[in-house]
């Protein structure tokens, strides 16, 4: 077929991409069209082999590595040149939403369909990617897959990371292994010499910015570091009746003093910063108890790696500073550097969102996302589509047919020109 007739953006088509969306929210749908859909459950593998079963009939061919990372190849014409690799995860918060992470996966194969449908034969392979783990949710920290895939962890680290029934994240990646036991098994990306050519990831907004100022697309800058702690704040546990509260060494308690001076080391005027303690477990959790321990989750960004440094570094003094009668251990758990994106790819997207005549908008991430470990190895980029009042992680998440379509048609845009690089 003749190459400039080839349009793969005219080939995507809005209905299909919304209905295969429709379709993967009933894994795990909960009220008020939300999803709940952890990574390594049984759910999580039943929208993976729905995606398996909507790619191979267009000839992609599923494979899966070490950690679990999930991959759909489209052969170039020049099978040994490096791959285009596309997508973002599966995987959902607990009181998710329809769209965070599985419409970059859905985007990419409506973006390879459309490029197969508009005739079209890429030099280099493309190849969809659903991460492991992205969202953290069921096992922290999030980005398991891509910290793996690009060599930034040893994939072993988290092995026993448990989840809130006490599984291990390394006895559940091993089950979910075991029952896909039929698709190929691929090496660990750039740790086994393997780094894409370029990685684009699409995905909702989860902030208000372009619907503000209705734009259709975001071409995404860069993102913000990240910093997860785990602080332990050890006790004795005691009767509530009997106890006098001088002789006390109360968990909770001194949790409240360590969070409130906490919230005084974190805390800017300008309201950039972002310091979130969301996740808060009680032992023995007994009313009648003094608790004697406190577990509590520290969730801290900021888009200047000095702050990150300074503050972040500053936690665990500050911690137990503010404890009067219990002792405490602070672990960080995640620690993702501020990234900006490679000209090659958002140029690639602003270039390719013009030809659609859609307006866009350059903007930083506030979320982190896969794209932030990928930019370490590969030119990596993003496109942001529109986000309803600015809401993610919960079920009101929202994104219009139309600028799902719009995103998907920029993406499809995008791998066409990189992957004939
Ligand atoms: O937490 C995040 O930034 C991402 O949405 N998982
Ligand atoms: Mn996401
Ligand atoms: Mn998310």
């Known amino acids: 077929m003749d190459r400039v007739a080839a349009d793969p953006a005219s080939a ?27 990574c390594l459950t049984e759910l999580d593998r039943q929208a993976r082999r729905l995606l398996i079963a909507w790619a191979e009939p267009l000839g992609l061919t599923p494979s899966v ?27 959902s918060q607990p009181n998710g939403g329809r769209f965070d992470g599985i419409w970059g996966v859905l985007a990419a194969l409506e973006a390879v369909q459309a490029i197969r449908e508009a005739g079209m034969a890429t030099r280099r392979p493309i190849e969809i990617v659903a991460w492991t783990n992205e969202e953290g949710g069921r096992f922290a920290p999030g980005c398991m897959g891509s910290m793996a895939y690009t060599g930034y962890r040893p994939p ?30 691929r090496g660990l990306g750039v740790v ?19 619907e503000a100022e209705d734009l259709e ?76 321990r406190a577990r509590f989750s520290i969730d801290f960004r900021h888009p200047d790696r000095t702050v990150l440094a300074e503050r972040g570094d500053a936690i665990e003094r500050v911690v137990k500073g503010a404890l009067t009668t219990c002792s405490a251990t602070v672990t960080e758990r995640f620690n993702a550097d501020p990234i900006t994106f490679d000209r090659l790819v958002r140029d690639a997207v602003e270039k390719a969102a013009r030809a659609q005549g859609l307006g866009t908008l350059r903007l930083p991430s506030g979320a982190f996302h896969d794209a932030q470990f990928l930019a370490r190895v590969c030119p990596s980029g993003m496109i942001f589509v529109p986000s309803r009042g600015g809401v993610s992680h919960h079920p009101s998440e929202y994104t219009s047919p139309a600028h799902l379509a719009a995103g998907a048609r920029v993406l499809a845009g995008v791998l066409a020109d990189l992957a004939d690089r």
Do not use: C
């Open 192 to 210: 086994d010499g393997a780094t894409p050519s370029a990685y684009v990831e699409a995905h909702i907004e989860q902030g208000p910015r372009l």
């Open 65 to 91: 590595d070490v950690i679990g990372n999930l991959f759909l190849r489209m052969e170039g014409t020049e099978p040994a040149l490096a791959p285009v690799l596309a997508g973002s995860h599966m995987d």
């Open 156 to 185: 072993d680290t988290w092995d026993a990371v448990t989840d809130t029934e006490g599984l291990t994240f390394g006895a559940e990646l091993r089950r979910q292994l075991e029952a896909e036991r039929d698709i190929p098994r």
């Open 217 to 292: 697309i975001g071409v995404v800058t860069g993102i913000q570091g990240s910093r997860w702690f785990t602080v332990e704040i050890h006790g004795r546990s005691d009767h509530a009746g009997t106890t006098p509260l001088r002789l006390r060494k109360d968990a909770v308690q001194d949790m409240l003093r360590a969070i409130a001076a906490l919230n005084a080391l974190m805390h800017d005027p300008e309201d950039v910063l972002r310091f979130t303690v969301a996740r808060i477990e009680i032992s023995p959790n007994s009313s009648n108890s003094v608790a004697e």
């Open 12 to 38: 995507v088509s809005e209905t299909r991409q919304w209905d295969r969306l429709m379709e993967m929210a009933k894994l795990g749908a909960i009220p008020g069209d939300g999803v709940n859909r952890a």
